[in-house]
């Protein structure tokens, strides 16, 4: 009797027609479908009445019709290294808001920095008519790893990681200001005499450019601070590594075991920061002022709390959303530019 009773509603609903609850509304069918497609251009007391309408006649919207007429689906491809990172996690919270609130569906998909795999999801998202791409590439990827996209027209972003080569929009943060933002931080707040930048992956140029920064802004300070009083880089503290909390301990934890630390460190991250805080604890190391860089939600929950040049992830997904409706020629409100990073000084390299 109950299925009978939900293949009867399911029978009926096919029956309602958008018309019908255009006409019950006296509102036209354009503005009923502008609606169900969550336009912008319909105010929140009419959206309201058409929905609640839809609702009480038994309508219900043929999303996969709109797609074969239109040629173009309300889906939009988050294209990311590695899902299981927070930076990605606060990144598609933001993406997902601007584009959720005109109607988009944010599907994350995990390349694992594989450039094959890569390719694939880009493929699979241009042959399902996706309406649009968030990516961080992949750290190998290369501009022929992008030709096919930029070739199907598929509106594209990419996030963080420039290349060479690539005339896509792009969206990152200030890697020079970072890195000259962490030097002056722990040289001349905490005055540090033996520095490094730890982890990152060679080919990441958010690494590159923050590091070449921060190595040449102490390169400064030693030559103003004169002979005998300079600060030291440590080369061997700074060699490249895995960007993950995990990597970051196992290494922390065998340079530690050769000698004492550097008396401050620039991570490349707060994920690479949360590894080597665990190392100094785990091994009762002599003090060192650490400092992470995006200020992930979790880094003040931290004992100690993180130390971390913010970069704000949650709004840089935002803007990657904003740059993209504006790729599809949508209405866009909000601001196109990244926020400017800034110190949020916490226990982690003694400010508190």
């Not at 173009?72 to 933001?94: A, K, Q, T």
């Not at 200030?174 to 890195?179: F, K, M, P, R």
Request: charged share 20%; glycine share 10%; proline share 6%.
């Amino acid at each position: 009797m109950q299925e009978e009773r939900e293949q009867g509603d399911r029978a009926r609903a096919r029956q309602v027609r958008m018309i019908d609850v255009a006409n019950s509304l006296g509102l036209s069918r354009a503005t009923v479908s502008l609606v169900m497609r969550n336009s912008p251009l319909v105010s929140a007391a009419t959206r309201s009445a058409v929905l609640a309408e839809a609702e009480r006649l038994g309508y219900i919207y043929n999303q996969a019709a709109a797609n074969l007429r239109t040629q173009r689906n309300d889906l939009v491809g988050l294209v990311m290294p590695d899902v299981m990172n927070p930076f990605v996690g606060e990144v598609s919270l933001g993406v997902q808001e601007v584009l959720g609130e005109v109607g988009f569906f944010v599907m994350i998909a995990n390349t694992v920095d594989r450039v094959d795999l890569q390719r694939q999801i880009l493929q699979s998202l241009v042959g399902h008519r996706a309406a649009g791409v968030v990516t961080i590439p992949a750290l190998t990827a290369t501009a022929d790893d992008f030709s096919g996209i930029r070739r199907s027209g598929l509106p594209t972003v990419l996030l963080l990681r420039h290349i060479d080569g690539v005339d896509l929009p792009f969206v990152g943060t200030d890697e020079e200001a970072i890195g000259r933002l962490g030097a002056e931080h722990l040289i001349s707040v905490h005055g540090c005499r033996r520095v490094a930048y730890f982890g990152g992956d060679p080919l990441a140029s958010p690494r590159v450019g923050r590091m070449e920064t921060f190595r040449q802004a102490v390169a400064e300070a030693e030559v103003e601070a004169g002979e005998g009083a300079g600060v030291e880089w440590d080369a061997v503290w700074s060699e490249p590594l895995e960007a993950t909390a995990d990597a970051a301990y196992r290494r922390a934890s065998e340079l530690l075991a050769a000698g004492p630390p550097p008396d401050g460190v620039l991570c490349h991250s707060d994920n690479v920061a949360y590894g080597l805080v665990k190392a100094l604890r785990t091994h009762d190391a002599p003090p060192c002022a650490v400092l992470g860089i995006d200020d992930l939600h979790q880094s003040a929950m931290w004992n100690p709390p993180i130390s971390s040049i913010a970069t704000d992830p949650v709004e840089l997904g935002r803007v990657c959303g904003r740059v993209l409706l504006d790729e599809m020629g949508m209405p866009v409100k909000g601001r196109r530019t990244p926020p400017a990073p800034e110190i949020h000084a916490r226990a982690s390299c003694g400010c508190h």
